[in-house]
């Protein structure tokens, strides 16, 4: 059965940091992006970031470039988002998802999420 | 960036109606257009991928169509169950952007 199980999710101040986990199981994990999507508080979802099954390639939203950054430990089955600069509107609930295998395919599976507040 | 227009932003419908849902993409996204519903308090399930290709395990009243620009998420008889939000994404170009969603509610 495929699982995502987000992790690190909390209160943090703005400008401070946060690393948020994806912990991946009963898939071949390196065989497939992952993507981070997020959703404010009685908001729509956002597009965050992605990263491919070896980790070499990686893309971001304009609005967490430079301050976020994508990476994953294939050893491990996890993804992770490491989060830097926090700002107010950063506070959501953050999924990670697995991209289907096909070409430009859609997020197949998703996580239950972690809850991100920035507030001081 | 590519933006993404749903309409409605909601709809009210009864059980058994035939209900449509579409969306505008910016620029041409060929077929690389996802379906999402989203219930409260879980997270967005896949319905269609591919613009028209049902998801594994989703039932056959829904449906998906469209190409280049203008797509449309149709169910063809309301279920209860059905009264959710649905997101359309495009993943045809980075970054890979949703609609604003269209929350679908018992009339």
């Known amino acids: 059965e495929v699982q995502l199980v987000e992790s690190g999710g909390g209160l943090v101040q703005p400008g401070g940091s946060l690393r948020l986990s994806c912990s991946a199981s009963?898939?071949?994990?390196?065989?497939?992006?992952i993507h981070w999507v997020r959703q404010g508080p009685g908001k729509g979802l956002v597009w965050v970031a992605r990263?491919?099954?070896?980790?070499?390639?990686?893309h971001y939203a304009d609005s967490v470039k430079g301050r976020f950054t994508i990476s994953r430990d294939n050893a491990k089955n996890t993804v992770y988002l490491q989060m830097n600069s926090v700002r107010v509107d950063d506070t959501a609930l953050y999924y990670c998802?697995?991209?289907?295998?096909?070409?430009?395919?859609?997020?197949?599976?998703w996580g239950q999420g972690t809850l991100v507040t920035v507030s001081s | 960036d590519i933006q993404m227009t749903q309409s409605p932003s909601s709809l009210s419908a009864s059980v058994g109606d035939r209900v449509t849902i579409t969306c505008r993409a910016s620029?041409?996204?060929?077929?690389?257009l996802n379906w999402y519903q989203q219930k409260p308090g879980k997270a967005p399930q896949l319905l269609i991928y591919?613009?028209?290709s049902l998801q594994s395990g989703v039932p056959s009243r829904f449906s998906g169509s469209g190409s280049g620009t203008d797509f449309t998420l149709t169910i063809s008889s309301l279920q209860p169950e059905d009264f959710a939000t649905y997101y359309c994404?495009?993943?045809?170009?980075?970054?890979?952007?949703f609609g604003q969603g269209t929350k679908l509610e018992i009339k």
């Open positions: 998802a697995r991209q289907m295998g096909i070409f430009n395919g859609g997020l197949d599976y």
């Open positions: 009963g898939f071949t994990f390196r065989g497939y992006w």
């Open positions: 990263i491919d099954g070896d980790g070499s390639t990686t």
């Open positions: 620029q041409s996204i060929n077929t690389y």
């Open positions: 591919g613009a028209s």
């Open positions: 994404q495009q993943s045809n170009n980075n970054p890979y952007t």
